[in-house]
């Protein structure tokens, strides 16, 4: 009975499988041009994760040792992570981390909006292209190169404290300082000097959906530029910025590693070393603990993994396009 | 759509009212300061780039040119490995763009291809990477097990597909009508021929886009460099750059010392920082035109909903 009652859900699997089978070798092809893809994400992402010869994220829990292979690595549970909570780099270090993102998400965040505002207020066209060849050009150099221009004028002999001599101001070391308005200051202008034009063609792109009859109509009735502004064009871009707010704030732990890595030094470190320069400091420059770095690098993947999906969930439920 | 309307925009004439006036002349003033701010570092750089040795040293204020001299240049170039990064630059970007471009685009047509057995599974194997990884040490390690150490090839394989990127494409494929493809499949067409034969002409707007992307991207990049590469004949050119602007360890190296010593001149460390610098953005500027053609487009194609 038991036996019969089994055979055709066995022959079911069997004709399942059958057709998996088939499936795939019909569609042979698909996967001949989909198995590059695979190759380089198992490797490149997965085994970074998994990898038992290498050590993958199980490092964090393993005894480090530079001589013995990691499988004979002992087992230490949370013993790095306890060092971690325990350093006080490391809570100056996520404290930096979340006050750059706070001061990025008040200073930054609006410049691209305005600046879209700004623009779309420009009524020759050809000069809105020029301004925005100009402003978006920047975004495609490397942080090496812009910190490059910004040394050279913030130094002691450079343009900008040529300036404050002339007029008989002492000159500053703008470079290496341990004033806090003056290191965050210089983070948000070169990172807006870098971003804003950038950041603001997707606001631009959002007014040009508009429809243009609605401006038609509030200039029949009478309505002002400002009027205009303050019921038309905003709108018009308010659910894209909330996406892009609420997506930078799940963001909060990734604080522009190029730009901090190239402007950091002895004297500013302990105001703008964020939390992925922490990592590669201790992983490659101090210490060589491969244990620690691991463990501060998953720590900081957990947090971020729980913030990022967080964000997402309230831009779908929003009812927004998810960006993915 | 996106491209289209903003001459739609223009047709709405504002009778210029006299207050409309006074705010056009603020807004033009606003965006002609911001234009200057944007400008000035590449005005200082191209200043400070062929400014001689002694006009820095004399001028408290260099801020107009006293001469053109382009013996910094010159000298940049004698600069140690320079032009051998020059070449390793260029392979990296050219054979990392082509590499990139092939995997990225045959992955993500794949992946737009409805029939695809567990097509779902596979697209969430690729977006969860965007969320969570490894971190650095674990990553470090499985790319030294795989000889990446001191190989060129480090600054091609491992960035080689933008997961940001291969969504875009794969937006874009599904945009495509479905009879397309089946026609050529009823002509006995298999999927590789209908990829390389009909969809990627089909695309080209959106490859265009992704080639100049990961070029710049490619150019641009200094860090995979700097973790793996030791041997001088293999360092890019944003990694000399960053050697001589942010570590500022200027060795200059005997060929160099010879030549300044052989011409009695000197040249002063600012400029030939700047000369490099410039040398490093031309590259940039001369593909931006085709960038700035196609990135408003490329953007908003990401904005479509996955």
Redesign the interface.
């Known amino acids: 009975m038991a036996v019969a009652a089994r055979r055709p859900e066995s022959r079911d699997t069997l004709s399942n499988l059958a057709r998996t089978w088939r499936k795939l070798v019909e569609h042979r092809y698909l996967f001949l041009l989909l198995s590059p893809l695979l190759a380089y994400y198992l490797i490149f992402n997965y085994a970074p994760i998994f990898n038992v010869q290498t050590g993958g994220i199980l490092m964090a829990f393993k005894q480090h040792s530079l001589t013995k292979p990691f499988s004979e690595w002992p087992w230490v549970g949370l013993k790095y992570f306890q060092m971690m909570w325990g350093k006080p780099d490391f809570w100056r270090t996520m404290r930096n981390t979340v006050t750059i993102s706070f001061i990025r998400l008040v200073f930054e965040f609006p410049m691209p909006i305005l600046l879209a505002l700004l623009l779309n207020e420009v009524r020759h066209s050809r000069q809105k292209r020029i301004y925005q060849t100009v402003f978006t050009f920047p975004n495609f150099l490397s942080w090496v190169l812009i910190v490059g221009l910004m040394r050279d004028m913030l130094q002691m002999n450079g343009i900008v404290n040529g300036v404050i001599k002339s007029f008989g101001g002492t000159p500053y070391n703008f470079l290496a300082n341990e004033s806090a308005f003056g290191n965050y200051a210089m983070l948000v202008l070169s990172n807006l000097f870098k971003g804003v034009g950038w950041g603001s063609i997707i606001y631009l792109a959002a007014i040009a959906s508009i429809d243009p009859t609605l401006y038609e109509a509030a200039a029949v009735d009478g309505a002002n530029r400002w009027q205009r502004i303050l019921h038309i064009t905003w709108p018009g871009i308010k659910s894209t910025a909330v996406v892009l707010l609420i997506l930078q704030v799940g963001n909060i732990l990734n604080s522009s590693f190029d730009q901090i890595f190239n402007l950091i030094n002895g004297v500013n470190r302990g105001l703008i070393e964020t939390i992925d320069v922490y990592i590669y400091r201790y992983a490659f420059q101090q210490s060589m603990n491969q244990s620690f770095a691991a463990a501060s690098g998953l720590f900081k993947a957990v947090v971020n993994f729980a913030l990022l999906l967080t964000a997402n969930k309230i831009v779908s439920r929003l009812g927004e396009n998810k960006l993915f | 759509?996106?491209?289209k309307?903003?001459?739609?925009?223009?047709?709405?004439k504002?009778r210029g009212?006299f207050?409309?006036r006074i705010?056009?002349v603020i807004?033009?003033g606003?965006?002609v300061l911001?234009?200057i701010?944007?400008?000035f570092?590449?005005y200082?750089?191209l200043l400070?780039s062929v400014a001689r040795y002694e006009d820095?040293i004399s001028t408290?204020?260099?801020?107009f040119p006293k001469a053109i001299d382009l013996q910094n240049y010159k000298m940049a170039v004698l600069y140690p490995y320079f032009v051998n990064s020059v070449g390793v630059s260029t392979f990296v970007t050219v054979v990392g763009t082509a590499l990139s471009l092939?995997?990225?685009t045959?992955?993500a047509?794949?992946?737009s291809?409805k029939?695809?057995?567990f097509r779902k599974f596979?697209f969430y194997?690729?977006?969860i990477?965007?969320?969570?990884?490894?971190?650095?040490?674990?990553?470090?390690?499985?790319m030294?097990?795989?000889g990446f150490v001191d190989s060129v090839w480090v600054m091609i394989v491992?960035p080689?597909?933008n997961t940001f990127y291969?969504?875009l494409m794969r937006n874009y494929f599904e945009g495509i009508p479905d009879d397309l493809e089946e026609s050529a499949k009823i002509d006995g067409a298999?999927?590789?021929q209908i990829?390389f034969r009909i969809m990627i002409p089909l695309a080209s707007p959106i490859i265009a886009t992704i080639a100049l992307f990961y070029a710049?991207a490619r150019w641009?990049?200094?860090?995979l460099a700097m973790?793996f590469i030791q041997d001088p004949n293999k360092i890019p050119l944003?990694?000399i750059?960053?050697r001589?602007?942010?570590d500022a360890t200027i060795d200059l190296g005997n060929a160099m010392m010879n030549a300044m010593r052989d011409a009695h001149i000197q040249v002063h460390s600012?400029s030939l920082?700047?000369a490099?610098?410039t040398l490093?953005?031309i590259p940039?500027?001369l593909v931006?035109p085709f960038?700035?053609k196609y990135?408003?487009k490329g953007?908003?194609l990401?904005?479509?909903?996955?």
């Open positions: 759509m996106a491209v309307a903003p001459t739609a925009q223009k047709q709405v504002y009212s207050g409309d705010a056009d807004i033009t606003i965006l911001l234009t701010a944007v400008v570092p590449f200082n750089m400070i820095i408290p204020l260099y801020i092939l995997t990225t045959m992955g047509y794949a992946l291809r029939h695809l057995p596979f194997l690729v977006v990477t965007m969320y969570f990884g490894g971190g650095l040490i674990p990553w470090y390690l499985v030294k097990s795989l491992p080689m597909i291969l969504i298999n999927d590789v990829l710049v641009n990049d200094w860090w973790l944003t990694l750059l960053r001589m602007v942010v600012r920082q700047m490099t610098v490093t953005t940039i500027l931006y960038l700035q990135f408003t953007i908003m990401g904005a479509i909903k996955a």
